[in-house]
């Protein structure tokens, strides 16, 4: 019930103030939109033919647009971050097995080389 209540507030408010959205207690004191810009102010002022209502539903849904923009972008952003993880992973463990398969075949080659010396010297 508050929160219905703090959302008509903030209807309420938009629609009074149609050239800006003010923080209100309601929305916990964050910062919304500061005053528009002179040019756009001008442009929310060309008669439309909407009503004040729809000018502020409008700003509602343009403010809650960019909200979810910007989760989106924070998802993308943690995505990128574990690909590169897990990419880093792949990496590392490609050299470990690399070295490992170059240790064995220098163990093989010394066996080898020893083998030979060893068959050598006994002729």
């Known amino acids: ?18 050239s800006s ?3 209100t207690p309601a929305w ?3 910062p919304q939109i500061a005053k528009t810009s ?3 102010r001008s ?3 060309v008669d439309l033919g909407w009503s004040r209502e729809e000018h502020a539903a409008i700003k509602i849904q343009a403010a809650y647009r960019g909200y979810l923009a910007k989760q989106a972008f ?5 995505l990128v971050k574990l690909q590169a993880v897990f990419r ?7 050299v470990h097995l690399a070295l490992h398969r170059m240790e064995t075949l220098m163990s ?7 083998k030979q010396l060893f068959i050598n010297n006994t002729q």
Do not use: C, W
Request: proline share 2%; hydrophobic share 40%.
């Open 28 to 30: 916990n004191g964050s």
């Open 38 to 40: 002179a040019l756009q």
């Open 108 to 114: 093989l080659q010394a066996r080898l080389r020893s």
């Open 74 to 78: 924070s998802v993308l952003k943690a």
């Open 88 to 94: 880093g992973y792949l990496v590392r463990r490609q």
């Open 1 to 18: 019930m508050a929160k219905e209540s703090s959302v008509k507030d903030f209807i309420i408010s938009s629609i009074k103030s149609p």
């Open 21 to 23: 959205i003010h923080t």
């Open 43 to 45: 442009m929310s002022e």
